[in-house]
């Protein structure tokens, strides 16, 4: 018989959903791989209970990353492999044919066919279900139909871009040709629903049926979630993996940190950057593990409807006040690095110094401001409850005073901010977070022009010409340099100015062995050594 060694983990629910349900490298013909190990996951929710699961309606969910098997997977490299797809081909970038492992089933048994991920694809895609995966699907031919934006009805209910050729093989037709087709299927959004989930969805979440290595046992919305192994599935599962995971509710993070300090709980994903220095000293280096790659970035943000009111001298010299090493290794005492480009460093194309204004220079902004005229006061808004943003907001501010330029920090409810910036009342910059789904340049800058994410009524001809470019290569290496040649001109607009990346801290025993998906932590990968 075998020992089972029972841990309890803690993660965080995301502030943003941007997770991918994707996994680190190996093979799906070691399906019993780690099978003598096992860990508990605890989980954190303002709420107070676990709301939805699955990915589809939760796509940053790390329930749901253990009970759904994607078509394809990340490595810990950020690279992609075949899960639930067999394969993935396309020869123009826009077609892609998908063809699925054979006689795989849900954890209930019944058989997965290419049939189910088409119906299920169709079903997340249509507006009128209200799935928080609909976003996913917008680069799919035919999506517009399924989501007017006049508020009319649909013109259909299945995407025309999906095509079903056998019970083994489908094909996705993109509106444009797009290379990240292979890493858009390694995301939550993209999980199968068996067809029994599709008459009520929000009951279906709360006892889903998933098609993953593990299947949920328990859920207590307000006390615990916990899953197992299943025995009778065919695919991947990560070394060390974990025969039972438990996610313990919590309230807030500080509560939880002391307890795995205590040794009441196992696992803390994403340490708050104000525990960090804390954990360091409680922990050691033992039960502290900094994720190597960066998969979120902090950056100021310029609504171009201010244009008039903060000129581009103006926003130049903003970015010049800001001393982002500084912020980094005193304010936040190591938990954050100075960003100086779009990109983060788990995405090929990134560069240390892609950013020319992002190097701290008073005297150069003191005579921008003076050749601007400007004299005038810059408020900085920021989410009220955050205080990482009101530290970096009251640092910015200070260091402007030293130019003579009035920055005021702004703090506004987080629910009201986001009205702000969504219905375009901002008065100033603000800060924001962004993180990926996914380790691609596109999700970093093609991001930026797609006005739905920041709501800047930002456009660049020259980037938007780039990103198409750098979508429609056959190759990482022939892509990087449209991408690149993007942010420069996204850059040199100053609509977006990098701040920092928040380096991801796991506080765990030092039996549990974190793991991740090209920079994303995911509980359910933890390789468990106890």
Excluded at 4 to 18: E, G, N, P, V, Y
Excluded at 430 to 453: H, K, R
Aim: negative net charge.
């Amino acid at each position: 018989m075998k020992k089972s060694t029972q841990l309890l983990a803690l993660t965080a629910t995301a502030t943003l959903a941007l997770s991918g349900c994707s996994l680190d490298g190996g093979s799906s013909d070691s399906p019993d791989a780690g099978r003598n190990r096992a860990i508990s996951a605890v989980q954190i929710s303002s709420s107070g209970q676990i709301e939805r699961i699955t990915g589809p309606q939760n796509p940053g969910s790390q329930i749901g990353m253990g009970l759904c098997e994607p078509l394809t997977g990340i490595k810990e490299d950020g690279t992609i492999f075949m899960r639930a797809a067999e394969s993935v081909e396309s020869t123009d970038q826009r077609t892609w044919t998908v063809k699925i492992q054979p006689d795989r089933t849900f954890s209930d048994g019944t058989p997965i066919t290419a049939k189910t991920w088409v119906d299920s694809f169709n079903f997340s895609a249509l507006g009128s279900n209200a799935m928080a995966g609909n976003y996913a699907f917008i680069d799919i031919e035919g999506y517009d139909d399924l989501n007017p934006s006049d508020g009319s009805k649909p013109k259909g209910k299945t995407l025309s871009g999906l095509e079903l050729v056998d019970d083994t093989m489908f094909t996705l037709t993109m509106n444009k040709p797009y290379n990240d087709v292979p890493y858009l299927l390694s995301t939550l959004p993209y999980c199968p629903m068996p067809e029994s989930g599709f008459a009520d969805p929000i009951a279906y979440d709360k006892l889903p049926i998933g098609n993953g290595p593990y299947t949920l046992t328990k859920l207590d919305p307000q006390v615990e979630a916990i899953e197992e192994l299943d025995p009778n599935y065919q695919g991947w599962v990560p070394e060390g993996a974990a025969e039972k995971i438990t996610f313990k509710v919590y309230r807030d993070a500080n509560t939880a940190y002391q307890d795995v300090v205590a040794g009441n709980v196992d696992i803390l994903r994403s340490l708050p950057p104000g525990l960090v220095a804390q954990g360091k000293n409680s922990l050691g280096e033992e039960g502290l593990t900094a994720i190597a790659s960066n998969t979120l970035e902090t950056y100021i943000s310029w609504p171009t409807y201010l244009d008039d009111t903060f000129p581009q001298e103006v926003r130049e010299a903003f970015s010049m006040i800001v001393d982002r090493n500084a912020i980094a290794e005193k304010l936040f005492l190591g938990s954050s690095l100075g960003a100086r480009s779009l990109m983060p460093d788990s995405v090929a194309a990134y560069r240390e110094d892609a950013c020319e204004t992002c190097t701290y220079d008073p005297e150069k902004a003191k005579s921008l401001i003076e050749q601007a005229g400007f004299t005038g006061s810059i408020p900085l808004t920021y989410d009220a409850a955050n205080t990482t943003d009101a530290s970096t907001a009251l640092a910015i501010s200070n260091e402007a005073r030293k130019i003579g330029l009035d920055v005021e920090p702004r703090p506004v409810a987080g629910n009201a901010l986001g009205e702000q910036i969504n219905n375009y009342e901002l008065e100033g910059p603000t800060i924001q977070l962004w993180g990926s789904s996914f380790p691609s340049a596109s999700e970093w800058v093609a991001s930026i022009l797609v006005d739905a994410n920041y709501h800047l009524k930002y456009a660049n001809p020259t980037a938007t010409k780039e990103v198409a470019a750098a979508w429609a290569a056959k190759s990482p290496e022939e892509a990087t340099p449209h991408w690149q040649a993007a942010e420069d001109a996204i850059l040199a607009d100053q609509v977006l100015q990098p701040l920092y990346y928040q380096v991801m801290y796991i506080a765990h025993k030092d039996c549990v062995d974190p793991a991740s998906a090209g920079g994303d932590m995911q509980i359910y990968r933890s390789n468990v050594t106890c």
